[in-house]
């Protein structure tokens, strides 16, 4: 991709964490292209697929108008979604969108594949950081996404996002997140993640205090689907070790997602603008909560 931002999709998503979903959605802005090439992708239509190399330029008023619109449908917050390679032009959005009326707090969410030169000049400009701290192995890293020098990467970025926004995560009277960080760990099958290793590395950099949240939704997409250590869904066993493990190491402030998560989170984004139309989540808030 060249020098600018497309974006991919803009959507009202309430699959997020629930402090970050709210009762009214997330509002994301999906960046097409990825920094990483993880091949068990979920996103793969828009990170890694020949749509993004066909798509032209998303013009900042373009993505700024996008911003207002799902502030005018409720959205709790705007959360741009593998931002890490648009940065730039992400900003030049949002200093539009603010212009323009924005006021929710702004969401990043990436893969912690993140410099902390490109961080610090988001230092003021995000709220909540939402890192996916997806490895502890760099040969793992460069295998399954490509990645060279991920942990070190990685921890740098994190202990950055914490520096700026600190882990006393602030909320707002429903309870939505304002500022802070909330890390991610995706269990992978095999115990690819290196859980261990990440769970002692943010013990030791941030505390037992920090928000987690332990993710249970990888299931075999993309080229996962013919890769021998990738090519099932996680077993029910290899997630309860996981949350033994968050628990013995005393990590007091994580979000465990449900077991059956991987049915939940299955976007189609050729889709447009409804990537998750056909979810069970889209579903549930469609639905009357009957109160
Ligand atoms: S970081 Fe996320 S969006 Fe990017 S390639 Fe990996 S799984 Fe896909």
Redesign the pocket.
């Known amino acids: 991709m060249g020098p600018h931002a497309v974006l991919a999709a803009a959507t009202a998503h309430f699959g997020e964490e629930p402090e970050v979903s709210g009762t009214r959605g997330s509002g994301t802005l999906f960046f097409g292209a ?5 091949r ?5 239509q828009i ?2 697929g020949t749509r993004m190399r066909r798509a032209s330029p998303s013009p900042p008023e373009a993505i700024a108008k996008e911003a207002l619109r799902l502030q005018t449908l409720g959205c709790h917050n705007l959360n741009w979604v ?1 931002p890490s390679h648009v940065t730039p032009w992400a900003v030049e959005a949002h200093s539009l969108a603010v212009a323009g009326g924005l006021r929710v707090p702004l969401v990043y969410n990436t ?1 912690a ?1 993140d410099s902390v030169e490109a961080l610090r000049l988001l230092d003021g400009v995000v709220d909540v950081y939402l890192p ?1 701290l ?1 490895y502890s192995d760099d040969d793992t890293a460069r295998r399954l ?1 490509g990645a060279e020098g991920y942990v070190a990467a990685s921890r740098a970025a994190i202990v950055e996002m914490a520096r700026q926004v600190g882990v006393d995560n602030e909320h707002a009277p429903d309870g939505t997140i304002r500022r802070g960080l909330i890390v991610r760990l995706l269990v992978l099958p095999n115990d690819l993640a290196g859980l261990r290793e990440s769970l002692a590395f943010l013990r030791d950099a941030l505390g037992t205090g920090v928000r987690l949240a332990l993710m249970s939704q990888y299931f075999p997409a993309h080229r996962a689907r013919t890769d021998p250590l990738l090519s099932r869904p996680l077993h029910h066993g290899e997630y309860h070790r996981a949350i033994t493990l968050l628990e013995r190491m005393g990590f007091d402030n994580a979000l465990v997602q449900a077991p059956e998560a991987s049915e939940f989170y299955r976007p189609d984004f050729e889709r447009g603008d409804e990537p998750f139309a056909d979810s069970p989540l889209a579903r549930l808030a469609r639905e009357p909560s009957g109160s």
């Open positions: 990825c920094n990483l090439r993880c068990y992708c979920q996103n793969h990170s890694q593998t893969s594949y996916d997806r996404s």
